[in-house]
């Protein structure tokens, strides 16, 4: 069973949430981030990444950045840019992309779930990149970008998120990106208990994204156990900021390839071992994404061709049968000769939300070869994750990106 508890959020004022709410700390690098507050003096960027608030000769990393955020967070919670809660409360986020919309929870997991397997991961994590939120969480003394879970669709949960939602929303925003933001405030105590025993009843929750924000999360929330040995397991600290997603809203983006050369062949050479290794056909149609799983697309050399993986060479086995399994198995690895796409500078890798106009840019600029993905699917991140495998890296992209900024759960109270 899974514990996602209410909880007592500090949030912005009304009439700033807008401005305040801000796309994840690691979508930006340090130039992106000082213009994005540069144009918006109030977004939480500047406390997400508070390097922004130093000359470029101040490490990103230096303790007084840490500091500077914890300084700036406090002091706009005193200023009464945000507000708390007298109470725990559950709240509804709902974000519309282009038409499409979907609806969390926003809540707190615990981080004995995570632990225990009940919240279930599907990606490795490293070190260096969880440091710099575990020192952020610990000495802000919250978390503020929450983590992104999903589960299997519950009727109970839906009932009672629609209901609410027939109210007047907290905040109602568009961010400059286009996304519409809405958020209502789950405070009726009936609708908070029958909340929380549902999710009770939940074995499986996921991490759909942000891997390394609960990994980071779960370190503070140990070290707060080891600072205080009477804990109860009730602490703040014990749990994380999350938004919980049903299974049926969420939608997947395709993760697309580019390779920066043919390893030693010219593209009629490549194109003839294409073709001994996939149904491959010329493809002329408006959109150049693949239609159906088992297909990928491939730019090369100005054309576009529909590539579809032979039924010999599919696989049965969760993380094997990903066709972004099968494209490193079949081609990649033993064709272009790319071991390890982690690290092989050779490869690199384009969200689908950018298009295939964007694959057909990097050919033109430093890349020899595009390959557009069919998206991982939900069911597929569940299987792998249920199997307690991993997925290859860069398999799934997800958007709209959850904004960091609207809910901080703080660990002290």
């Avoid at 899974?2 to 994840?24: D, G, N, S, T």
């Avoid at 709240?91 to 282009?98: D, G, K, P």
């Avoid at 809405?182 to 499986?204: C, L, M, P």
């Avoid at 759909?208 to 080891?226: C, L, Q, T, Y």
Wanted: net charge negative; charged share 30%.
């Amino acid at each position: 069973m899974a514990e996602i508890r209410p909880f007592a959020c500090v949030r912005p004022c009304k009439e700033k949430a807008a401005k305040i709410a801000a796309l994840p700390y690691d979508v930006y690098n340090r130039k992106e981030a000082k213009e994005e507050v540069l144009r918006e003096p109030e977004s939480f960027l500047k406390i997400d990444r508070a390097e922004t608030q130093f000359d470029d000769s101040v490490d990103t990393y230096a303790p007084e950045v840490y500091q500077r955020a914890h300084d700036t967070l406090w002091n706009m919670i005193e200023k009464g840019d945000f507000i708390r809660d007298d109470k725990p409360c559950y709240y509804i986020y709902e974000l519309t992309m282009n038409g499409r919309t979907q609806t969390g929870i926003t809540a707190c997991a615990s981080i004995d779930d995570y632990e225990n397997n009940v919240i279930k991961k599907h990606e490795n994590t490293r070190a260096e990149k969880e440091q710099d939120r575990i020192c952020h969480v610990d000495i802000c003394d919250a978390q503020t970008g929450p983590i992104f879970l999903a589960y299997r669709d519950d009727d109970q949960i839906t009932a009672i998120v629609a209901k609410v939602k027939k109210q007047d929303p907290e905040y109602d925003f568009t961010s400059p990106d286009g996304v519409r933001h809405r958020v209502w405030v789950i405070a009726k105590t009936i609708d908070i208990s029958e909340i929380q025993k549902a999710f009770a009843g939940i074995n499986q929750i996921y991490i759909a994204d942000g891997h390394h924000r609960a990994a980071s999360a779960v370190k503070v929330g140990e070290k707060r156990r080891r600072e205080h040995p009477g804990y109860n397991g009730k602490e703040e600290f014990n749990f994380f900021l999350s938004v919980l997603f049903p299974e049926s809203e969420l939608k997947i983006l395709d993760y697309n390839r580019i390779v920066k050369d043919l390893n030693g062949m010219t593209e009629e050479e490549f194109l003839v071992k294409m073709q001994e290794l996939f149904d491959v056909s010329e493809l002329n149609e408006t959109d150049k994404h693949p239609q159906e799983k088992g297909t990928f697309s491939m730019y090369l050399k100005g054309q576009w061709y529909t590539c579809k993986i032979r039924p010999e060479d599919l696989n049965s086995d969760p993380v094997k049968g990903l066709d972004v399994s099968l494209l490193q198995d079949l081609l990649l690895q033993p064709v272009l000769g790319i071991t390890d796409p982690k690290t092989d500078p050779r490869i690199d890798f384009v969200g689908g939300i950018r298009g295939t106009k964007e694959l057909e840019k990097r050919c033109r600029e430093d890349a020899k070869v595009a390959f557009a993905m069919y998206p991982t699917s939900i069911g597929e991140l569940f299987s792998v994750a249920d199997a307690g495998l991993l997925m290859p890296p860069k398999s799934t992209w997800f958007e709209p990106k959850l904004r960091s900024g609207l809910f901080i759960h703080l660990l002290n109270e």
